[in-house]
């Protein structure tokens, strides 16, 4: 690259505040007070995400008498569930290939369960008047490489043939940036109702708004210290009291679970992103992007992208990094040397819109599992039970999730719990040094992909064989 064009996207981030655009709210609501006393509950629900809401917002909706508290270490959606693209995806299983890949005789009946989950969602913002700027936009998968374009197409005919292409168009090169204008772009894949775009935050501090109006009683900057059996339910010890609980459901995710055994199942993945000033008329007449879709590339180091309600662009994804021991910690939210070569490809992308700044660039991590999709179970006899592992689909699939972990409390059988998904857990990742070495071999092994044209090498055909195949 020319010094010239690098000065100048560093330039664009010279303004950029390290923050999440979506918490840099000056409406965002005021925390509940942390738990100074001793309480007693029917279900305790541990962490205030995306994960943690919806389970306490679905039980007091199930059985309103039921008497539910939330605790969340922190605030309500400062953690993936505020700094996420706000992308609310219908799929369960991150996509349908690795759906397909994974549970090829239930991928219909996913499918299904993954429509209905995401018109829940859409009823139960209106249903509560959550405002979160929920526009059910679809999504387009776009080609950037020749080989991409023939994937996609050929992908389109094949699910095509086993029904699994309703409502999704294949678009040529034309097509696609008549949608939006790109160069760059050869072809695409537009699911047009299987994705919503909505702001993030917004959405979680009205699922808490929510929570709190119909009973439940939510307390922030209070962390779940341990877990233990007491008399026929759980006791969880707290800074300042203890709560005992006839029933916990766990929605700490990428966090330590208070199910020790659980925590070898995920890992910390970090994600970042930039978002733009906000567009004049000019420069989005420049882009087209009337239908507003959210957009994602088809490589295997992706760029995922899409406008705000104040018309400007967030840009992420690509770069996805792995702490040595897995570790979660503060400063790796931040990292200039990732937001200087996305600040490169988002010009690459739209050379059109040379001269914009960046308001906000950001990180966080992502509660990676082996099969990229959430995992499900219980502890301590049926008396606990967890949701982990999303690996950046959680922004929909925690409310199926949170049906999944009530219905395992309950005890009973029903259409999600007799799912394989469900019923099976994904492999563990081993110890360090392995995980790291295997991780950043896998990273390395989809880029040189990325440069080949695709063609995986033996270390990605080898983990396609072990049902570790990572695509995206």
């Known amino acids: 690259m020319a010094p010239s064009a690098m000065n100048q996207w560093t330039r664009s981030l010279s303004d950029a505040q390290p923050v999440p ?35 306490a917002l679905i039980a007091k909706e199930r059985d309103p008498q ?19 693209g706000g992308f609310c995806a219908a799929s369960l299983t991150h996509g349908l290939p690795n759906g397909l890949t994974r549970w090829p005789d ?55 043939r086993q029904g699994l292409a309703d409502g999704v168009e294949f678009l040529d090169a034309d097509a696609v940036r008549e949608q939006v204008n790109s160069p760059t772009f050869q072809a695409g894949l537009w699911d047009r109702r299987g994705v919503a775009m909505l702001n993030p935050a917004k959405l979680a501090w009205g699922l808490k708004r929510a929570c709190v109006e119909l009973g439940v009683r939510v307390y922030e900057h209070t962390p779940a210290l341990n877990l233990k059996p007491y008399g026929p339910g759980m006791a969880v010890r707290t800074p300042y009291g203890q709560i005992r609980a006839r029933r916990v459901a766990l929605g700490t995710n990428i966090f330590p679970n208070l199910v020790r055994r659980v925590r070898s199942y995920t890992v910390p993945v970090y994600d970042y992103a930039l978002m733009t000033e906000p567009l004049t008329s000019g420069q989005l007449d420049s882009i087209g992007w009337k239908n507003r879709q959210g957009l994602g590339d088809s490589a295997n180091q992706f760029h995922y992208f899409r406008l705000s309600a104040d018309n400007r662009i967030l840009w992420g994804g690509y770069d996805a990094i792995y702490p040595y021991g897995g570790r979660v910690r503060a400063e790796y939210d931040d990292r200039p040397e990732t937001y200087a070569k996305l600040a490169g490809h988002f010009f ?9 700044r960046f308001s906000h660039a950001w990180g966080g991590a992502i509660d990676t599992c082996s099969r990229f999709s959430a995992f499900f179970g219980t502890a301590h006899h049926g008396k606990v039970a967890y ?56 990273k390395w092994s989809l880029a040189r992909a990325d440069a080949q044209g695709g063609r995986r090498n033996l270390w990605l055909r080898t983990m396609d064989r072990l049902g570790l195949g990572f695509d995206s």
């Open 106 to 160: 239930e991928i219909h009946r996913l499918q299904e369960l993954g429509a209905r989950n995401l018109d829940g969602i859409e009823a139960a913002v209106a249903r509560h008047g959550i405002d979160c700027d929920f526009e059910r936009t679809g999504e387009i998968d776009v080609a950037t490489e020749p080989y991409q374009a023939r994937e996609l197409r050929e992908w389109h005919e094949e699910t095509a």
């Open 21 to 55: 655009y979506w918490l840099d709210d000056p409406g965002r609501p005021r925390p509940e007070p942390a738990l100074t006393t001793s309480e007693t509950c029917d279900l305790l629900v541990v962490g205030g995400g995306y994960s943690g809401l919806w389970t």
């Open 66 to 84: 039921r008497d539910v508290v939330l605790v969340e270490g922190r605030e309500v959606g400062w953690a993936a569930s505020g700094r996420n």
């Open 348 to 356: 690459t992308c739209f050379p059109q819109l040379e001269g914009v």
């Open 387 to 442: 949701a982990a592992g999303y690996t950046g689909l959680g922004v929909g699939a925690t409310r199926f999730g949170a049906e999944v972990m009530l219905d395992l409390l309950a005890g009973e059988r029903t259409e999600l719990t007799e799912l394989e998904m469900v019923r099976r857990k994904p492999l563990p990742f081993p110890p360090e040094p392995f995980a790291w070495t295997g991780i950043a071999l896998t």
